[in-house]
């Protein structure tokens, strides 16, 4: 079941005048909707000549979203994704495919007709929620086009996806709900892999691993979880982030993350970040690193001087391609050095013993 757990409540915003609406019948009931809207004229008004030519374009953008926008399921798990590529190259996330290996089948919807994909590559659930899907049979698949940058705070966006709910004759019913864009890289605890693009775009169940798209039609998130207790706080993850997992599976074929083998914390007295632990035998341990190193700079960046320092370093390292060189520059004994590492793939910290944690002289 998707991680996206809440009601069936219609929260999308139409406007603040014209009250909330699900699109839940595709393009030609949306366009509907809003041409019957007996305040459309005045919303339009309100919101400024931008937004009112923004409302026009929705059922264009719609109507060509819907094409590329698909259902996934699996034996225990279902959610949304989209069609990147013509090839057939499908993104989800990867906690809708978690009891699929890689390589193997699952069952992909477009526009109601069933087609069988392969999982080519998921990253950890946990953490880099993404995972693609290969569809075959045809090089001219239906496609959505990622945005270019992020998107503005306060811009309007659609939710679009197959969320748990009514069902048509053909299956689940593709939906279209509206919001705007009520926070921009937000970061929480449970991951370290993505900034979050925050949404009042109402989402449901199985909304999971679809498209957030703006007025241009260009994808700038992947729907991907909310809080069940809290109304209107949705989030997908950003574009630039898929773009990153997009390149590395064109790299490696896979979506692990990086790691250096290390663990940081923030020094409150110094006000920087400090090496509090060194695994043994991982790639900080042979690179020469030690525990108390503080950390100066990496790949040339220098830490900010406050605790969000150390959320931007763990975010950078999950980030890293495994098999790559980076370089760290620390502090000891009040000394800057230079040490270069090769990024390994995530794993679980290995058990440590006393003699394995160092922390030298000077």
């Given at each position: 079941m998707s991680r996206l757990r809440y009601s069936a409540a219609l929260l999308a915003l139409l406007s603040s005048v014209?009250?909330?609406?699900?699109?839940?019948?595709?393009?030609?009931q949306a366009k509907a909707l809003l041409d019957s809207s007996p305040a459309k004229a005045l919303a339009d008004r309100a919101r400024g000549p931008q937004a009112a030519a923004a409302a026009g374009r929705w059922p264009d953008a719609i109507e060509r979203a819907q094409k590329a926008t698909v259902r996934i399921e699996?034996?225990?798990?279902?959610?949304?994704?989209?069609?990147?590529?013509?090839?057939?190259?499908?993104v989800t996330n990867a906690h809708v495919v978690p009891d699929v290996k890689i390589g193997g089948e699952l069952k992909v919807l477009v526009e109601g007709v069933e087609h069988k994909g392969k999982l080519v590559a998921s990253g950890n659930k946990d953490c880099r929620d993404i995972a693609f899907v290969q569809l075959s049979g045809r090089t001219d698949w239906p496609t959505l086009a990622l945005a270019t940058s992020d998107p503005r705070l306060g811009e309007e966006v659609l939710a679009l996806g197959y969320p748990d709910g009514p069902k048509e004759k053909k299956g689940p019913a593709f939906t279209v709900t509206r919001g705007i864009v009520s926070g921009l890289n937000r970061l929480y605890d449970?991951?370290?892999c993505h900034r979050y693009v925050q949404t009042d775009a109402s989402v449901n169940a199985a909304n999971s691993g679809g498209p957030l798209i703006g007025a241009d039609g260009g994808v700038v998130g992947i729907n991907t979880w909310g809080f069940l207790e809290k109304q209107q706080l949705n989030f997908a993850i950003r574009s630039p982030d898929l773009v990153k997992a997009l390149e590395q599976f064109d790299r490696v074929q896979h979506l692990a993350e990086g790691s250096l083998g290390l663990a940081v914390g923030f020094d409150d007295k110094r006000k920087k970040v400090v090496v509090r632990q060194v695994y043994g035998g991982r790639s900080a341990a042979k690179a020469g690193i030690y525990q108390g190193d503080v950390l100066a700079a990496y790949n040339g960046v220098t830490p900010a001087g406050d605790e969000f320092a150390v959320d931007a370093f763990v975010h950078w390292v999950r980030n890293l391609v495994p098999g790559d060189r980076v370089t760290l520059?620390?502090?000891?004994?009040?000394?800057?050095?230079?040490i270069p590492l090769v990024v390994e793939k995530h794993a679980d910290p290995p058990p440590q013993r006393v003699a394995e944690i160092r922390n030298p002289k000077g």
């Open positions: 014209s009250g909330a609406q699900d699109w839940t019948s595709g393009p030609g699996t034996d225990s798990h279902w959610g949304s994704g989209f069609i990147l590529r013509a090839n057939g190259l499908v449970d991951s370290a520059t620390v502090l000891r004994g009040g000394n800057p050095r230079q």
